[in-house]
């Protein structure tokens, strides 16, 4: 090798190395060739040390420039950096290379230096059968392109941005909000959680027009009140599954029927598709790199919970009949979030709904097509994690997931303030624990009043920002109960929360929120466990929108991408960076789906080039939001593009990119298990006593800490909560609420009698 120059890669592969007289320039040139690929890749990279590695500053960006020519259309520019601390790492891939029998010249731009980071080194990845040979390499800072931010709000909104409640309802009890292509949202309640509207077959969603601030009630053909949903391929809804049967008191819980619909944004109408093989009430959806949709977990038809493995096909658009679909027969819990990796294993975060978390551990990775599941060790506390909410940090080349907060709705304690992190990238990566979410005021029933101890949240909610940040909002101390008024910004570069403004708004249960085209956050819902709905919605500003003028994106030459392509826009000043943010589809803290894909630059003044990455387990095909940002973090408004599926791959490109991550997991791997039908649950898996009020109304199983094991103080702690009286329904009274034995709970002869 020339001097400063290293062999690299991994894999069962083929190859060699070679210095050639076929220069660009001077006499000499480095080919790196592959003759037979299993998996893998080879690379040629600059020396991993102090005397060759160049030196970078922290926030800085650099072009990087070569000359190459390419016999495969599967070779990469590929970037590590060595961090202080950790030392050398992958850092990201930049940019495919075109086939190209003549010489070449490439440029691309890195993103800015993380934190931490001293030096970096660079070269050309081979991934697929043939070769490269590369000549003078180049590197270059960037200037840096922009002034000080200029505030355009007071000074307080400037830092901790600003909330709206919008003048216009929302006018369903919307739990599930979808934002679609066309920068609408569908917001899905069916019959909201309420049994008067399930009893007369009122089943409700609404289109909300951001732009106009309209919504327009769409006709809905069942329950789809706790469904799955996920955006496919061409930018239609998948929802599957719902609500059958609410709970009856002494007999079933809530049942999942195994009917799916696919709503289209363009007739803003239902359609429906062929069953699932089971019924799955609260459903997991995760997108796969093919356009596959993966579902796991939720409540069968007869109240039970599924064990079985749904497979909705790209290709055929329909569910997989059972015998197509690999199975573990595993009970994954209700709406756990499964995310995909960039080699196409799920992990599972711990982040789920009711109860506590799945046996072992609490998260794992799932390999669908071994039919394997392995332990993954570290999760704080994995049965206090219902309704908390995981992430994948951006962007989603460096595979971080965030889990933050939580609770557990059958022994409901206090809700926690923990965070984890993983990075999946490590061979063998396993969750450490993260800064504490900050703590905010919380209502215990007469007032807000600061939070203390280890008071936290459940039902949170987190959106990826197009600054590259997460904005966690609203949450619950307790089931159904006790509001909590906080929200920060999360930075994963820096792994600190930054307090901001909070949602003016109760945002406990059946609440969501989710980014909106613009940049700006929209909140939704609350459902607490008196049976009422917050029907406000709210619109967060982030301090990044009050930072003076928006970049624009003037162009985008074509809305159709292909992956390893590289797509022109144009824009109307200098910008910092370029991402692909996917929309939303969340329901109860969970969207599995949602992520934050960086695009490499290769800028000639107001033109730039985006790289889009090769792999589609990064960025599953369909309809995105891309975002233009410029050096004070202040992004464009978003403009829709389509990354297509695979039968839409660019014709030269054969692979993806992907890289040995988490490939040497230690923790218990467990085969399929023998075949069943199902598992059983809690008959108090909503968290609710189904002994008193109407299905609609939740008697905590369990109260508060705080609150003593005598009538008065339950029956005054319901009161505060806005219970009211409730009926008994039949004969048992574990909870001690009818001492009068009236068949009505915390009356005056309950609360008086001894």
Request: glycine share 10%; proline share 7%; net charge negative.
């Amino acid at each position: 090798m020339p001097y400063c120059w290293e062999k690299s890669g991994w894999g069962d592969n083929d190859f060699s190395f070679a210095t050639v007289a076929d220069a660009h320039s001077g006499a000499k040139a480095m080919k790196v060739s592959l003759t037979r690929r299993v998996d893998g890749d080879r690379k040629a990279l600059i020396t991993e040390s102090t005397a060759c590695a160049p030196v970078v500053t922290v926030a800085k960006q650099y072009d990087l420039g070569l000359w190459y020519k390419t016999t495969t259309p599967d070779a990469s520019l590929t970037l590590f950096r060595h961090d202080a601390t950790a030392g050398w790492q992958y850092w990201t891939d930049l940019k495919t290379l075109e086939t190209a029998a003549g010489w070449i010249h490439a440029t691309v731009r890195t993103p800015a230096v993380p934190a931490g980071t001293d030096r970096i080194t660079w070269g050309v990845s081979v991934y697929g059968t043939g070769s490269a040979t590369t000549d003078d390499y180049t590197m270059e800072q960037v200037a840096d392109p922009l002034p000080p931010a200029q505030c355009t709000g007071t000074a307080d909104e400037c830092a901790n941005g600003k909330w709206d409640v919008l003048p216009t309802q929302n006018p369903v009890r919307s739990m599930h909000s979808v934002v679609l292509n066309n920068g609408k949202v569908l917001l899905i309640a069916g019959s909201g959680n309420s049994e008067e509207m399930f009893n007369a077959g009122t089943f409700t969603s609404a289109v909300y027009d951001p732009v106009q601030g309209t919504y327009k009630q769409i006709p809905t053909p069942k329950d789809m009140f706790c469904s799955g949903h996920v955006q496919l391929a061409d930018g239609r809804v998948l929802v599957m599954s719902g609500n059958k049967a609410f709970p009856v008191a002494g007999g079933h819980g809530y049942e999942g029927y195994k009917d799916s619909y696919i709503f289209d944004p363009v007739t803003e109408s239902y359609s429906k598709t062929n069953d699932l093989n089971d019924g799955h009430w609260y459903p997991s959806a995760t997108v796969m790199g093919n356009g596959d949709v993966v579902s796991f977990g939720g409540l069968r038809e007869d109240s039970t919970g599924s064990v079985t493995a749904e497979r909705w096909s790209n290709a055929e658009q329909q569910w997989l009949p059972l015998w197509k679909v690999n199975q573990t027969w595993s009970y994954w819990g209700l709406y756990p979030s499964m995310i995909l990796m960039q080699d196409g294993r799920l992990f599972y975060s711990g982040s789920h709904v009711f109860g506590n978390g799945t046996p072992g551990t609490g998260s794992a990775v799932y390999d669908y097509d071994a039919n394997t599941t392995t332990a993954i060790p570290g999760l704080q506390s994995k049965d206090e994690r219902d309704q908390s909410a995981s992430v994948l940090l951006p962007p989603a080349q460096d595979q971080k997931v965030l889990t933050l907060g939580g609770g557990n709705i059958d022994s409901n304690p206090e809700a926690n303030r923990l965070t984890d992190i993983i990075d999946l990238k490590a061979a063998n990566p396993g969750y450490v624990s993260g800064p504490q979410i900050p703590q905010g005021k919380v209502d215990l029933g007469n007032g807000k009043v600061a939070e203390t101890g280890n008071q936290g949240k459940m039902y949170v909610s987190a959106v990826l920002l197009p600054d590259g940040k997460v904005l966690e909002t609203g949450g619950g101390l307790h089931n159904r109960a006790n509001p909590v008024y906080e929200s920060s910004i999360f930075d994963p570069a820096t792994s600190t929360f930054d307090p901001v403004t909070p949602d003016p708004e109760e945002r406990g249960y059946h609440s969501s929120a989710f980014l909106l085209p613009d940049g700006r956050v929209m909140t939704t819902g609350d459902n607490p466990g008196n049976g009422s709905w917050n029907h406000d919605v709210s619109v967060y500003t982030p301090p990044y929108l009050l930072k003076g003028p928006r970049p624009a994106i003037t162009s985008v030459i074509d809305k159709e991408w292909v992956y390893g392509d590289t797509q022109r826009i144009t824009v109307d000043r200098p910008i910092a960076k370029a991402e692909l943010i996917r929309p939303a589809a969340v329901t109860h803290s969970s969207d599995p789906n949602q992520r934050f894909v960086d695009l490499p630059l290769s800028v000639d003044g107001n033109n730039v080039d985006l790289n889009v990455t090769s792999n589609p387990n990064l960025a599953p095909p369909g309809w995105y939001m891309l975002f233009a940002v410029d050096a004070n973090g202040v992004p464009s408004i978003a403009k829709w593009v389509h990354l297509q599926g695979p039968s839409a791959l660019a014709e030269d490109t054969a692979a993806a990119h992907v890289h040995s991550f988490a490939d040497s997991l230690e923790g218990a791997v467990e085969e399929p298990g023998k075949k069943r039908t199902s598992q059983k649950v809690s008959t108090t898996i909503s968290g609710c006593d189904r002994h008193y009020g109407s299905v609609n109304v939740c008697v905590p199983t369990v109260f508060p800490a705080e609150v003593k094991r005598t009538t008065a103080a339950r029956c005054a702690w319901l009161k505060a909560n806005d219970y009211g009286r409730l009926k008994i329904n039949g004969k048992d009274d574990p909870l001690g609420l009818d001492r009068n034995r009236d068949g009505l709970a915390c009356g005056k002869g309950d609360v008086t009698r001894r």
